[in-house]
């Protein structure tokens, strides 16, 4: 068949200079490689990665695809423009990113975008496809009970007054201070980047899989390199004990050899992103306190906590692995995680289920009058059963020796000595004899004892200054 | 009735060379008509669709066709691509894609190819153009068809109602090229054929002629052939605007079929839905948008292009100074592509692939 014919010139290929072409070369092999950091992120793995319901295979889009978080047109195929959530959502999310009006737990799947697929492992589909343990079981080998999903870490044990969690309205609020976070994001944004966050839980030992980001930092991941751990932190880190084990360490059951911190991220710096201020809990309707991890100073108020890169005092009596006789000088620097959970747990204060290789003896209350906080306290520090040769069982949870000074030069540096003229009665109830007193009236985030604190209890007993005046009592 | 078809023959023959006289004329007085079709009107048009007593075979059975064409849009504009001077939208074989449509071993043009969305279960691979494949076997209407955004000359697909199961079509009433005031597709490209210009259309008006691929009123610059094998040298430079009001962008042709894909799409981050006509040069100068084309090199990616103000030539890099602008067929082909949605690239079959065009942060 004859065909009209047009009067065009073909300049191009006159025109085409070699560089020209060269660049273009390289652009068209960009378009199918994709190794970069989503490629490399959980969500992106094209066998594990993000998969949203009957858009998988054999639905139209590969797993790790943008569309199942994403869709561009906020609608999705053939009932367009209606998005999955009935209206378009921000980022072309299918779904909002965060519930705002929801201040407190339970959370609802609906609540926050990510639960959408981080839900409860009973309604994952397929069941228990997207299993998220907490930090105890992930990377502390405590593989017993524990939450099987994100969600649920938020939601456990939603009657009891002792369960805490990450507030996420108090996450989203306090994140938006950060440029990057917006009012339309979802609160796990502040701590993780859904574009970047690795696969850790199936490499625990290697912390170039992490799924952090510091919320500084969005744009990076957080652990992956050598200088971003806790052995590059300052100070010196000891790795705590794997669950069950005496020869391996966290994270994931590591040997001597990567028990130094160079296989855990630096939570200090990441948590403190946020942390190191006054923080508004709408949980405990308060203000949580500020984290001081760096500090040194002794045994003075406006010194930092010990358990950070403040010393101890004279000397101190511990469990494996931090009774080694060469303790370093001014002790250990401790890891966030080494206590915490980071979404939620069944104790107070987001405290771990197990800790340094054992599970806490109970739960750990947010009453500061009793000994629960013992229960963690415990797992590291030698307690009177420990001091006194294991042997009478009615010794485990007391700490009279560490307060008191017990036998030997064991009490050289306590605060309170006996014998001196002290008075039981003033700090301990005495019925039937000289009853502890709550580990959480001086033992937390910033505390210090002198003559006004913690001053006067609830009961009204006056705690009297320790030994030297002044003793920072965490 | 021999001597009448005879005498009939030889008036066509006079007509069409007295046709072919004065458009050669008109092709001559007028310089700017550079992309006007040219060549004998017998090579398009019958005066009776006849020829010795019968229609010639190449004309098929389905004439008289309108405008005293020899056949349809297809039929002109069916075939495979070479380079040649016909530009072909439509192969009766698999077209040779590539990754992209546009790599160095191609022969799909701009808007990509039907071919693909004739084949079974190739609805969401482009449009189902009416006469070339059946209708959509999900889709009745244009997704997000909102119908209240016109052409230059006051026309809107469907005359702002689209009939269910109306099938697009190439132009007119219901199609992207020409006037939508037009039911019949010759009557909507009038002259856009004959008068055609080729190169910078910066200034399109209500003709055909005057828009960008006989597409009323959009501005661009029209590679002179149609992006066969482009390269960052030779390309079309698409039209965009920010603010989404301008009715000349390639984008705003989408939107008035599309409309609702274009609404709450120039809020701002975080955006509803992904942003066209909208210049990534209003991001952060640090952001990962502006490592288009590479970071600090900025090369025009001619398969996944980028639109511009200024289209008076085709550009070889960006500045993210009103060069840069999203647009719908940054994505998508027009015409249809062998990848789900029509896009440009297998965007389904990965994890995203070309986005990090844009997206770099994510590559």
Request: hydrophobic share 30%; with cysteine; aromatic share 8%.
């Amino acid at each position: 068949m004859s065909r009209p014919v047009t009067d065009q010139s073909r300049p191009k290929r006159i025109r085409q200079v070699t560089f020209a072409t060269a660049l273009w070369l390289v652009a068209l092999a960009s378009v199918s490689a994709w190794a970069g950091p989503y490629g490399n992120s959980a969500h992106g793995d094209t066998v594990n990665g993000v998969a949203r319901g009957d858009l998988a295979p054999p639905g139209p889009y590969a797993v790790g695809n943008c569309a199942h978080c994403h869709e561009q047109h906020a609608s999705m195929g053939g009932v367009e423009p209606a998005p999955a959530s009935g209206s378009p959502s921000p980022f072309a999310l299918f779904a909002p990113g965060f519930e705002s009006s929801r201040r407190y737990k339970p959370y609802q799947t609906t609540d926050v975008m990510c639960f959408g697929c981080h839900a409860d492992s009973s309604l994952q589909v397929p069941l228990g496809s997207l299993l998220n343990y907490d930090y105890a079981r992930a990377f502390g080998g405590y593989d017993s009970g524990g939450p099987e999903s994100i969600l649920e870490a938020f939601n456990q044990n939603p009657a009891g007054p002792d369960a805490s969690y990450h507030n996420l309205y108090d996450v989203w609020n306090h994140a938006k201070r950060f440029p990057y976070f917006k009012d339309a994001s979802a609160p796990c944004d502040a701590c993780h980047n859904p574009h970047r966050a690795r696969r850790n839980r199936e490499f625990p030992q290697n912390p170039e899989y992490t799924a952090l980001s510091r919320p500084t930092e969005h744009e990076s991941l957080w652990g992956d390199a050598p200088e971003e751990r806790m052995n590059a932190y300052g100070g010196s880190y000891q790795s705590p004990l794997f669950f069950g084990s005496r020869m391996t360490y966290e994270p994931g059951g590591v040997g001597e050899i990567g028990a130094d911190g160079s296989k855990t991220p630096d939570y200090v710096s990441y948590c403190n992103d946020c942390h190191r201020e006054r923080i508004r809990s709408n949980t405990l309707m308060r203000d949580m306190v500020a984290i001081d991890w760096k500090t040194g100073g002794g045994d003075s108020a406006a010194a930092g906590d010990k358990h950070g890169s403040n010393g101890f005092t004279g000397s101190i009596f511990m469990k494996k692995p931090y009774e080694k006789i060469a303790v370093p000088a001014g002790g250990y620097v401790l890891s966030c995680m080494d206590c915490h959970e980071a979404h939620g747990s069944p104790n107070a204060y987001l405290v771990r289920r197990s800790v340094n290789g054992e599970a806490l003896g109970g739960v750990f209350t947010q009453d500061r009058s009793g000994n629960s906080w013992a229960y963690l306290c415990g797992r590291c520090h030698q307690d009177d059963y420990q001091q006194g040769g294991m042997t009478d069982p009615n010794q485990v949870n007391r700490w009279r020796t560490v307060h008191h000074g017990g036998t030997g030069s064991d009490g050289s540096d306590v605060p309170y000595q006996t014998g001196g003229g002290g008075n039981c009665g003033t700090c301990h109830e005495q019925s039937p004899g000289p009853q502890p007193i709550g580990c959480g009236y001086c033992h937390f985030h910033g505390a210090y004892c002198d003559s006004t604190h913690p001053g006067t209890l609830p009961n009204g007993k006056t705690i009297p200054a320790p030994l030297g005046g002044v003793r920072r009592t965490f | 009735m021999k001597r009448k078809a005879d005498s009939r023959s030889a008036l066509d023959g006079l007509l069409a060379s007295l046709t072919g006289c004065v458009s050669l004329l008109l092709v001559l007085l007028a310089p700017s008509a550079q992309a006007a079709v040219t060549g004998l009107c017998s090579s398009c048009h019958t005066m009776h669709y006849s020829q010795d007593g019968g229609a010639m075979p190449e004309w098929g059975d389905d004439g008289p066709f309108e405008s005293l064409l020899t056949s349809t849009c297809a039929g002109c504009h069916m075939g495979v691509n070479d380079g040649g001077a016909m530009p072909f939208v439509f192969s009766s074989q698999p077209p040779v894609y590539g990754v992209s449509g546009s790599g160095s071993d191609s022969n799909t043009l701009a808007g990509g190819n039907f071919y693909w969305v004739a084949q079974a279960g190739g609805d969401t691979r482009g449009h189902n153009v009416y006469g070339l494949m059946a209708r959509d076997q999900t889709l009745s209407q244009p997704p997000g068809y909102t119908g209240n955004r016109a052409a230059a000359d006051g026309s809107v697909p469907g005359a702002g109602s689209w009939p269910v199961g109306q099938q697009v079509t190439c132009a007119g009433v219901y199609g992207c090229h020409g006037s939508h005031a037009e039911q019949s597709p010759a009557e909507a490209v009038r002259g856009g054929h004959h008068q055609g210009r080729g190169g910078a259309l910066v200034t399109p008006d209500t003709e055909p002629a005057n828009g960008f691929r006989m597409l009323v009123g959009i501005a661009g610059y029209e590679d002179a052939d149609w992006e066969f094998r482009p390269t960052v040298a030779a390309h079309n430079q698409y039209k965009g605007s920010t603010g989404g009001a301008d009715n000349s962008t390639i984008s705003s042709l989408c939107a008035r079929c599309h409309g609702n894909f274009h609404s709450a799409v120039s809020a701002g981050s975080p955006w509803l839905r992904h942003p066209v006509d909208y210049d990534m040069g209003s991001t952060a100068p640090n952001s990962e948008y502006r490592s288009y084309g590479g970071a600090e090199r900025n090369s025009y990616r001619p398969d996944i292009p980028v639109a511009s103000l200024n289209v008076s030539q085709p550009l070889t890099r960006v500045t993210f100074s009103g060069d840069t602008i999203v647009a719908c067929v940054s994505c998508h082909r027009a015409h249809g592509s062998p990848n789900h949605k029509m896009m440009r690239w297998d965007y389904a079959g990965s994890i995203g692939g070309g986005c990090t065009a844009c997206h770099t942060s994510k590559d």
